[in-house]
């Protein structure tokens, strides 16, 4: 994995410990860990991969706090939550871009790229007003094969 430098943002943290107390939870020393790893880690990753990083950070991050923490950061605008259809969800940091993303998700390896996709939050909206509806939210997921197992299926007979 390659080593995360998040530029050092005060602000987010102090944004996020002002969304925790708005929740009538406290900023505990475990919850900052957790928001520490979770900004940190590039790309998208699982909730395992998550509870790994905020132990390196802080020994007593249990599973327990993690998934207690996922809610907060995701209402928090700090991570965003990505459902691919699997048993797991994928999270990746918030790049604080407000442009409308769509996810390339290859359906053999579970590799996700994400593209800026502007046109297709004009799409929706333009569509949804056509028939007298304001739209809430999208998303564009795209299942794919990368080409990694493009080459593997070929290969295979
Ligand atoms: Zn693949």
Not at 87 to 94: G, S
């Amino acid at each position: 994995m390659p080593k995360a430098t998040p530029p050092d943002s005060p602000e987010q943290s102090d944004a996020f410990r002002a969304y925790i107390a708005e929740q009538g939870l406290r900023a505990t020393r475990q919850r900052m860990a957790v928001f520490e790893a979770a900004r940190s880690i590039p790309g998208h990753y699982t909730a395992e991969d998550l509870l790994k990083k905020s132990r390196s950070l802080d020994r007593t991050v249990s599973r327990a706090t993690i998934y207690r923490a996922l809610p907060l950061l995701i209402g928090g605008h700090i991570i965003r939550e990505i459902d691919v259809g699997r048993d797991h969800k994928y999270y990746l940091a918030e790049i604080g871009s407000s442009t409308f993303r769509a996810q390339l998700v290859c359906e053999s390896c579970d590799t996700i790229v994400e593209v800026d996709a502007p046109f297709m939050e004009w799409y929706g909206k333009a569509v949804a007003a056509k028939h007298g509806m304001k739209p809430i939210s999208q998303k564009l997921q795209v299942t794919a094969l990368c080409e990694r197992c493009q080459k593997r299926k070929a290969l295979r007979p």
